[in-house]
């Protein structure tokens, strides 16, 4: 099989395409503006596309992509247009629309082109792909306006796990351009200081003598205030700046524990955050090490937490390195367990100390529930297994009693302890000192 190079020199110059594209919309456009008719416009982005060059290797990946454009060429009419504008990108102009109905009918008659298997190196498979829509005049007045707001409706099926076509929205435009924003601003909050630690309190349910603590990471934005670390540290794992910020919030934790650990506490753990991200960066277990030698931190008081869903992908390179970790007394712990998609026969292999049951399981929970169901059977589980339980999310004094008559003997709420600031937790500790 020759490569795509020799194949067809209009099908591999994508630039050549971009501009061709550009200059085709923008000629479409002043006909429909003229004749007040709406033009289509599709980005289509094949899924995974990359595992089959790795998989099949490149010129199988070729004969696909040369494959996906003959079917897709071949469900358009005249005034209709298609061009690959990059590696798995193609580009339609659906040229005369006139009813929403049309390009209904029109989109559907391109998404059958995925149904059919493609043959792959004698094996045959299925592709899908992540689909965008927009419309002129309403997504855009010019070919850059509307392949900007057609590329933000592909990202958008992408992450709803891709195989679907998302059409354009000002909502959805307004939800791109925040996200932009805070991920524009996330990367300078570290340097103007904008970021900080907040500890909360883990106890002993049944005597309330407190155990440990979780570092939580909090961002308070001069302008929007607090942004919840559930958006930004999505946007932190998605852009890598995770990398750089868990690395600082790791020393900053250290530090702390430390200044604490000198002034005599030094009976409770302190556990911190890790996503999978972080993990799967090689020199991140050298950099804790070495943070931890710094500070002068023994590692027996600190305990990572990571999600069960980390473990899904490159499960025997995790085992590895916690294995590692482990060896020099860090605890692990198995953080929103019963969420994710845990295989107990990977955590049985795994150096886990602790499970956390995730919130929302605990959050108001009634005897007899669905939910007191799932906590009874986790603490029983856990408890088997020979691992410590926590309970996260206690509210109320029900939540608490639940879970010291169902045998759980660790949790954190806002019943006991709101998350505190490192100068509200020292005199949280000083006021709670025996
Ligand atoms: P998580 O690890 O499940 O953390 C527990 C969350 O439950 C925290 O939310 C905590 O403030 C909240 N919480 C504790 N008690 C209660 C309660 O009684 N009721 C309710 N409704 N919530 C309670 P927070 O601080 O907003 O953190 C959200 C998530 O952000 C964390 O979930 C964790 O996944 C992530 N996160 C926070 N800090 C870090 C960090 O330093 N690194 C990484 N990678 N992720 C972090
Ligand atoms: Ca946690
Ligand atoms: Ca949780």
């Known amino acids: 099989m020759k490569p795509l190079e020799v194949l067809n020199d209009k099908f591999t110059n994508t630039d050549k395409n971009r501009r061709d594209f550009h200059q085709v919309a923008n000629q479409k456009i002043a006909h429909a503006k003229q004749h007040h008719h709406r033009i289509g416009l599709l980005l289509i982005n094949l899924d995974n596309f990359q595992s089959i060059n790795i998989n099949y290797g490149q010129s199988i990946g070729d004969k696909l992509l040369l494959e996906t454009h003959e079917r897709l060429a071949s469900c358009l009419s005249a005034e209709d247009f298609i061009s690959r504008i990059d590696g798995d990108e193609f580009v339609i102009i659906l040229g005369n629309i006139t009813t929403a109905k049309e ?47 057609v590329a933000i409706c592909m990202l958008h099926a992408k992450s709803l796990g891709g195989n679907n076509c998302q059409h354009y929205s000002e909502k959805l435009r307004k939800k791109h351009q925040k996200e932009s924003y805070l991920e524009n601003a996330l990367k300078f909050a570290l340097e103007n200081k904008e970021l900080f630690l907040t500890y909360q309190p883990i106890f002993n349910l049944p005597t309330k003598e407190m155990v440990g603590m979780e ?12 942004v919840p670390p559930d958006v930004f540290i999505g946007l932190a794992e998605k852009n890598g700046l995770i990398a750089t910020i868990g690395e600082w919030a790791l020393q900053v934790v250290c530090k702390q524990a430390k200044e604490w650990y000198n002034t005599g506490y030094n009976h409770f753990k302190i556990s911190f955050n890790i996503s999978s991200n972080q993990l799967l960066q090689k020199s991140f277990p050298q950099k804790m090490m070495t943070t931890f030698k ?25 085992e590895t390195i916690l294995k590692k970790m482990a060896k020099t007394g860090i605890g692990i712990t198995i953080d929103d367990f019963g969420t994710g998609h845990s295989s107990l026969l990977r955590l049985k292999n795994l150096p886990i100390r602790a499970l956390k049951i995730d919130k929302s399981f605990v959050l108001n929970i009634t005897p007899h529930s669905f939910n007191a169901i799932i906590v009874n059977s986790l603490i029983n589980l856990g408890g088997k297994l020979g691992l410590n339980v926590i309970a996260e999310g206690i509210e109320t004094n029900a939540d608490l009693q639940f879970l010291i008559n169902n045998g759980c ?3 954190q709420g806002y019943y006991l302890c709101k998350p505190l600031n490192a100068k509200q937790m020292t005199t949280f500790l000083k006021k709670n000192k025996k």
């Open 103 to 149: 390009a209904q009918a029109a989109i559907r008659k391109l998404l059958k082109c995925f149904k059919i298997k493609y043959s792959l190196d004698g094996t045959s498979a299925r592709i899908h792909a992540s689909i965008g829509a927009a419309y002129y005049p309403h997504a855009g007045k010019d070919s850059h306006a509307l392949l900007e707001s």
């Open 215 to 226: 570092a939580l990471l909090r961002w308070r934005h001069p302008i929007l205030g607090l």
């Open 294 to 318: 710094d500070t002068l931190i023994p590692s027996h008081l600190l305990d990572i937490e990571l999600t069960e869903t980390a473990f899904l992908t490159h499960a025997s390179y995790f």
């Open 409 to 411: 003997l660790q949790g």
